[in-house]
């Protein structure tokens, strides 16, 4: 998936103008973007909306942000929306793989009381939120097989670290923004699952969001988070592999095909080994089907 659109949790308006978009996936969010004294009436919208949009054969990925494990609140997010099927839940603040273990947990129990295939239910984690939180990275490895993806944020790690500012002159996080940014895409990577870029505040800046998306690309990140629906179509575009990127790796596949006990092959003019073929399965494992 290339492009996650946050939509407030308790807006049956903005939930219709997210199916909409070209968004892969909405983040149905029921923490940062509902004051709490609309949070139940967002769970009851968002069991609504989940019940009549899951059966549909053509729709985004639908994902429900719950409110943070020490919120007090998950477990009521989950007894509200886990009847209703989504197809992942997303954990913010997470400091490990010990909260998706027990995310796993929660959502396991929930899913046999409401026939529900244990399993179903993915995972996605918003890792590097708080200072701990940077210095479990490394443990999300084997803390669930429903782990899918990670993504991280810079807003309340700045509140946390106590940060001035998260930007330099041109735009760019500063130092321990791009740490946090760099050791996110390193832990989704070590545990198999989505590295996932953080949103642009910005929306209305495109030519930044732009930048950013192709820098996020470029550094490995395989999607981006959205708030705005105005923000999806860049995301999708930046990255959505071009044609003549795919056609560059489907002919660095074929030309190991060819030669299957060979350890490095020449190809245009180049000597490729097998990093070279590992870069060009990843690349069309992301081309849209």
Known sequence: MRSFLFVPADSEKKLSKGLGTAADALILDLEDSVVADRKPQARTIVHSF????VAKPKR?????????????????????????RPDAVMLPKAEGGADVSYLDAQ????EQAHGIPVGHTR???VATETAKAIFQLGTYAGASARLSGLTWGAE?????????SKHDADGRYIEPFQLARSLCLFGAVAA?????????PAFQDRDGLRRECEEARRD??????AIHPGQVDIINDVFTPSEAAIAEAKAVVAAFAANPTA??????????DMPHLKLAQRLLARVPS
Not at 107 to 110: D, Q
Not at 156 to 164: Q, Y
Not at 192 to 199: H, M, Y
Not at 263 to 272: E, F, H, K, T
């Open 50 to 53: 989940l019940t009549d949009q």
């Open 60 to 84: 985004p990925y639908l994902i429900v942000r719950v409110n943070a494990r020490d919120s007090g609140l998950t477990e009521a997010d989950l007894d509200a929306v886990m009847p209703a």
């Open 107 to 110: 959502l396991a129990r929930r």
């Open 123 to 125: 995972i996605l984690v």
């Open 156 to 164: 309340d790690l700045a509140a946390d670290i106590g940060a001035e």
């Open 192 to 200: 198999g699952a989505q590295p996932i870029d953080s949103v642009y």
């Open 220 to 225: 490995g990140f395989t999607g981006k988070m």
């Open 263 to 272: 350890g490095a092959v020449g190809l245009n003019g180049r000597m490729l």
